[in-house]
């Protein structure tokens, strides 16, 4: 069956600019992931959601960064006025329900550049 | 609270030798571990999970790892390398014990392995 897709695939933008990414999770899983992989930092944890709610927001880096969820599926990340340290790939993951005993499924990620 | 330390940055053996990626983590509780393997340009793929039954766990491609609670280690292995290996591994923890709805993961630096032919 299908995977996790993201998209875009690859966003260059200019600083200050906004920019939104997006996460289409497997069909049926209630938990969604929001990561960063970043050269500085690894990866990350930023959000998770269990259907349409975030019960942990504690990875977001700062409150230029939110997220939603809408009808339990998509689920859009957004950031505000780039800044040159928000290059990274955005890792979006998808699992049946939230837990540490489920497997996590990753998408191939969104790379942004910030110029 | 979780942290995963992967003791080497880099690995690098012949086609054929054994493999050894060496993690140790730390947690409140008893933990779930994972490994992941990262292809060039690819997504994350899950290897093996360990959650709380055999502490010697089987993944997919030949790869296992061992639970070792005294010593804080989830080590990865495998008998004989194949080119097809070279990849990114990431040793992980997640944030809740079994049962816990909590699902974050704490990845460690990542090692990169590199396999001769």
């Known amino acids: 069956g299908a995977g996790v897709s993201q998209s875009p695939s690859n966003k260059v933008t200019e600083k200050g600019k906004d920019v939104e990414l997006r996460c289409d999770p497997i069909s049926g899983h209630t938990a969604l992931y929001w990561y960063r992989q970043s050269l500085g930092q690894g990866l990350e944890f930023l959000i998770y959601f269990q259907g349409n709610s975030a019960p942990d927001k504690s990875g977001l880096p700062s409150d230029r960064f939110s997220a939603e969820r809408t009808g339990g599926s998509v689920s859009t990340l957004t950031i505000q006025r780039t800044q040159q340290e928000d290059s990274a790939v955005y890792l979006c993951a998808s699992s049946p329900r939230s837990g540490s005993s489920y497997e996590q499924y990753f998408g191939p990620g969104t790379r942004l550049t910030v110029t | 609270a979780q942290s995963v330390t992967q003791l080497d940055s880099h690995v690098s053996v012949s086609e054929g030798t054994p493999v050894l990626l060496r993690c140790n983590y730390s947690?409140?509780?008893?933990?779930?571990l994972f490994w992941y393997v990262q292809h060039p340009n690819k997504g994350l793929q899950l290897l093996l999970k360990y959650t709380s039954a055999a502490t010697l766990v089987k993944g997919i491609n030949g790869f296992e790892a061992e639970f070792k609670k005294s010593e804080t280690s989830f080590h990865l292995t495998k008998p004989s390398a194949h080119m097809s290996d070279a990849a990114e591994y990431f040793c992980?923890?997640?944030?809740?014990?079994?049962?816990?709805?909590?699902?974050?993961?704490?990845f460690g630096r990542g090692t990169q392995l590199t396999v001769w032919p």
């Open positions: 992980v923890v997640s944030e809740g014990s079994k049962g816990s709805t909590l699902g974050r993961l704490y």
């Open positions: 947690s409140s509780y008893s933990p779930s």
